[in-house]
């Protein structure tokens, strides 16, 4: 009776063929860390990190709506977002919008970008005559600066509104769901999850995906550098965002809650 060879054990060099340039898996995320009240004087505030990406999250209330709101009557509050990169957080230092007169491009898309994503998961309604400010000053980019905004903005908007909650100024918490977005792309032929700068960089298709915490899409953002994708990459790429998007969420809800705690 002949009998099956037993498969070999893997080698290293076999474990690790599919890893990436930092040693990750496929379908794992960098090392994610929140820092809460980063800045004392804003109502709630997270350093962000995504692996070497730095973000710093604030949320700012103000008690007012703007203008065109009281002119149109809409009754409720407002949420609007700005981002920056600061000076030193490339290799080459990167010009302050004050000295060119204007932002560029691409820090407007994202600012729209946050504040859709944020607007996406809260009432409104329930905010009351209040705005409800969100900078994000990137300290360092390393890929990702976008999406670890959003991740850190959705915090720090959560700790804001619990203040307004604790001084009787709203009644409940206007969140319908928290909010997270993670990256997602192609590299070398392979989907990969939360790319840095290096894979960023040369990857074939990259794409950013916005979901909330129970799993529903807000945006998906994605193209092909000088190449296309199939329909099923795309299904690995929100399967991989997806997983990762989960793992988001748990981590802002347990950081939430021990800031609540140590502040009940």
């Known amino acids: 009776m002949s009998e099956t060879a037993p498969s070999p054990v893997p080698t290293a060099t076999a474990r690790n063929a599919n890893r990436r340039h930092d040693g990750r898996a496929n379908d794992q995320l960098r090392p994610i860390q929140f820092e809460l009240g980063i800045a004392p004087h804003a109502t709630g505030s997270v350093l962000v990190s995504f692996g070497q990406t730095r973000v ?30 600061l000076p030193y957080s490339t290799l080459d230092r990167k010009s302050r919008d004050s000295s060119r007169g204007k932002q560029d491009g691409r820090s407007v898309e994202i600012q729209r970008l946050i504040g859709r994503s944020l607007r996406a998961s809260i009432d409104l309604d329930k905010l009351g005559e209040n705005t409800l400010w969100i900078d994000c000053d990137v300290l360092q980019a390393d890929g990702g600066t976008r999406t670890a905004s959003i991740t850190g903005a959705y915090v720090a908007a959560r700790l804001a509104v619990q203040k307004l909650i604790d001084a009787k100024r709203i009644a409940e918490n206007p969140f319908r769901d928290s909010v997270a977005a993670v990256s997602v792309g192609i590299v070398k032929g392979v989907p990969v999850l939360d790319l840095d700068y290096i894979e960023d960089r040369d990857a074939e298709v990259d794409a950013n995906v916005v979901m909330t915490g129970s799993g529903q899409f807000v945006e998906v953002q994605g193209a092909g550098e ?28 347990t950081q939430i809650a021990r800031a609540l705690l140590t502040t009940r």
Do not use: D, N
């Open 56 to 85: 710093i999250c604030a949320a700012m209330i103000e008690p007012k709506v703007p203008a065109w709101m009281r002119q149109q009557g809409i009754k409720g509050g407002w949420l609007t977002a700005e981002y920056s990169m």
């Open 226 to 253: 000088e190449a296309t994708f199939s329909h099923e990459q795309l299904q690995q790429l929100l399967a991989l965002a997806t997983g990762g998007l989960k793992t988001l969420a748990a981590q802002q809800q």
